[in-house]
C-alpha cells in the first residue's frame, strides 16, 4: 500500500526553525525525485521544493534560502530543514513523488506565530 505520512510540524515563534520529515511506504523511494508542497488557509496548494534521487535540488523563488531539502534513502525519509520563518509560511506541508504523484497524505501543520 503507498503511503506518504509527514511529521515534525508544530507552532513556532517567527524566526525560529523546524525540520519535517516525510516517510512513505509502498514504493521504491530511492528511485524517485521527491517534492515538498504548502497549503495555506484559503489558499491552493504550492510548490515548494524538490530533491532528485541524487540529491540536486530545486526550490521555489519564494523561499529566499530558509529552506533546505535533503534525503536519506537507506532511512527512505526526505526532510525540510526550515529556518528564518515567517508567519506567511504558516500551511500544512505536504510531499509527495515525481513522476506519478500518489494520494496525498494528511501532511503535517507549521504554525508560526508569536
Known amino acids: 500500500q503507498v503511503q506518504l505520512v509527514e511529521s515534525g510540524g508544530g507552532l513556532v515563534q517567527p524566526g525560529g526553525s523546524l525540520r519535517l520529515s516525510c516517510v512513505p511506504s509502498g514504493f521504491s523511494f530511492s528511485m524517485y525525485i521527491m517534492n515538498w508542497y504548502r497549503q495555506a488557509p484559503g489558499k491552493q496548494r504550492e510548490w515548494v521544493g524538490k530533491i532528485t534521487e541524487d540529491g540536486r535540488t530545486t526550490y521555489s523563488g519564494f523561499l529566499e534560502g530558509r529552506f533546505t531539502i535533503s534525503r536519506d534513502n537507506i532511512k527512505n525519509t526526505m526532510y525540510l530543514q526550515m529556518n528564518r520563518l515567517k508567519p506567511e509560511d504558516t500551511a500544512v506541508y505536504y510531499c509527495?513523488?515525481?513522476?506519478?504523484?500518489?494520494?496525498w497524505g494528511q501532511g503535517t501543520q507549521v504554525t508560526v506565530s508569536s
Open positions: 509527495n513523488r515525481e513522476p506519478s504523484p500518489v494520494t
